[in-house]
């Protein structure tokens, strides 16, 4: 039955159930449920149909959302699907890994007096229905064209411009390094957030739908970004960024200090059934360890579930400034707290202890938050004598990630990047100082988000085709 809209004033606010914490603890299943179709449509019907949607605005992909919505209230689910996903390559992992409360949620009007439309469960639960239902479809193109682009990596960026391109018709050939599509979808993400099973059949859909897939070819090492340039009309760089910020001091070459990247890896490719030589050994695996996740950011907080699901004796996070000023998201730390994850706020590491050059400690010192530099952030001053050890067998460092060094892995020292190796692009064009050479996603923004890599994929799409035709038209013109 079709449901009016505006009902935030009668309907409260209403999450998808979340699994008992205890249950969560003993699996990697994901840990929200799926909304019933009564329940989607009932929230749906909260949204007051604004006419300036603030949703949209702060959605990075700028979503028709009141649009869908209101469908969805009323029952018409494949439109609802169809609105959504011509704006978005991947509704379904948006609706689960976006930190809505930053974007859309966060900006919903409602949220002024009553609580925020729940989009982000909606989207999810639209197009998870949408696969049920066999709405989704390959991006088949219903005519081919001659067009060639190449594709470097297969993260949500490089995805996104695959799929916007081959419909259109263009030959797409996307090569990654990894034997699997999807980039830090498949290996960073864990499966509690995003069930692996979502991703796959995507990259399913999309090799049915003509886009060939290069993997375990890295370009640098087994291709040159020269021979790409070549045989591609364009070539769009989608790298990601992966080289892990380090942390120095006593002891930090001891056993048992790992990159979160390999450990995240690790699990999630046990979870898919490989070989993992590392996990089996104990190195990468938790279970029955202390283990300490140094860093206060989304990452740390998939490591430090991670390790309560791998069974782990102990985990501790030790975040240098308080729960107030973490970088990660809210939500997940109160999932991490439920789940039985310690917290050591204010605590900086300085040092490892161990013993036969194992670990089995970090030395570190309780912090204060001081005045504000100039950018408003309050500086983080050492407490003198209030130093400690925590006890650890297993450490994760989850500090972050920088870009690696391009210029040098491709052979391309014409390829400028900036100060922190973030390639350069023109901003309207995303073209590279390279003729024929776009660039999109973490590795021009720095780590970001999948939505921001989707909307940047999508972009690059249009700019490629535009420069592709000029071309084709003026060469002269096109080349300069
Ligand atoms: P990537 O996803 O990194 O993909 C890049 C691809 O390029 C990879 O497959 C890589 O193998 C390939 N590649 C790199 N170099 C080469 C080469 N030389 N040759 C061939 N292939 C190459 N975002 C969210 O929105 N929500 C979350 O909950 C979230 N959780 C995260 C958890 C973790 C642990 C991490 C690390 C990140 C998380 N992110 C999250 C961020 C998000 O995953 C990234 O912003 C997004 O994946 C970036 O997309 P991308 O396409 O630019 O790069
Ligand atoms: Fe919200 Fe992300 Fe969906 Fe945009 S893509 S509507 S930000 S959940
Ligand atoms: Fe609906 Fe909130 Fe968006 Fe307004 S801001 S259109 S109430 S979801």
Redesign the pocket.
């Known amino acids: 039955m079709a449901e009016r809209m505006l009902q935030f004033v009668r309907l409260s606010q209403q999450t998808p159930d979340k699994r008992d914490a205890a249950e969560r603890r003993t699996d990697f299943g994901e840990i929200y449920q799926r909304f019933s179709a009564e329940r989607a449509s009932e929230q749906a019907s909260r949204c007051s149909q604004c006419g300036v949607p603030f949703c949209s605005v702060h959605c990075p992909l700028n979503q028709n959302i009141p649009d869908w919505l209101k469908l969805t209230a009323e029952g018409r689910l494949q439109e609802a699907h169809e609105v959504n996903a011509a704006t978005n390559t991947f509704p379904e992992i948006c609706g689960r890994?976006?930190?809505q409360d930053r974007l859309c949620e966060g900006n919903c009007v409602i949220e002024k007096g009553f609580e925020s439309v729940t989009i982000g469960a909606v989207e999810r639960y639209i197009n998870d229905t949408a696969w049920e239902m066999g709405w989704v479809k390959p991006p088949t193109p219903s005519r081919e064209l001659a067009h060639s682009v190449g594709i470097?990596?297969?993260?949500?960026?490089?995805l996104a411009a695959a799929e916007q391109l081959r419909k259109r018709g263009w030959q797409v050939t996307v090569?990654?390094?990894?034997d699997r599509v999807g980039?830090?979808?498949i290996y960073?993400?864990p499966n509690f957030?995003l069930e692996k099973e979502v991703v796959l059949r995507r990259a399913e859909q999309f090799a049915a739908g003509g886009i060939n897939f290069v993997l375990n070819?890295?370009?640098?090492r087994d291709v040159t970004l020269d021979e790409l340039r070549a045989k591609h009309d364009a070539v769009l760089i989608?790298?990601?960024v992966?080289k892990a910020r380090d942390i120095g001091g006593e002891g930090a070459d001891l056993s048992g200090i790992v990159p979160a990247?390999e450990y995240?890896t690790a699990s999630n490719r046990e979870g898919l059934g490989d070989d993992v030589p590392d996990f089996a050994s104990g190195a990468l695996n938790a279970a029955g360890k202390r283990v300490v996740v140094i860093g206060g950011g989304?990452?740390a907080m998939?490591c430090v579930r991670t390790a309560i699901r791998q069974g782990a004796a102990s985990v501790t996070c030790l975040y240098r400034r308080d729960k107030a000023n973490m970088p990660g998201s809210m939500r997940e730390v109160k999932n991490a707290e439920e789940e039985g994850v310690t917290f050591s706020w204010l605590s900086a590491p300085e040092g490892f202890v161990g013993e036969n050059g194992a670990v089995t400690g970090v030395r570190a010192v309780k912090m204060h938050l001081g005045l504000p530099d100039a950018t408003g952030r309050q500086q983080v001053e050492r407490i003198a004598g209030s130093e400690f050890t925590e006890p650890a067998d297993l450490v994760i460092k989850a500090l972050g990630f920088d870009p690696e060094d391009l210029p040098a892995?491709f052979g391309a020292p014409e390829l400028a990047v900036s100060r922190w190796g973030t390639v350069q692009v023109d901003r309207r064009s995303m073209m590279t100082k390279l003729p024929g050479v776009f660039a999109a996603?973490?590795?021009v923004r720095g780590?970001?988000?999948?939505?921001w890599?989707i909307r940047d994929g999508r972009d690059a799409a249009d700019q490629i085709e535009k420069y592709v035709l000029a071309k084709a038209v003026t060469p002269a013109l096109a080349a300069e």
């Open positions: 890994v976006c930190p470097i990596g297969a993260g949500p960026a490089g090569y990654d390094r990894y980039g830090l979808m960073g993400i957030k070819c890295a370009i640098g989608a790298t990601g992966y990247l995240l989304d990452t998939d892995m996603g973490d590795i780590a970001s988000l999948v939505v890599g």
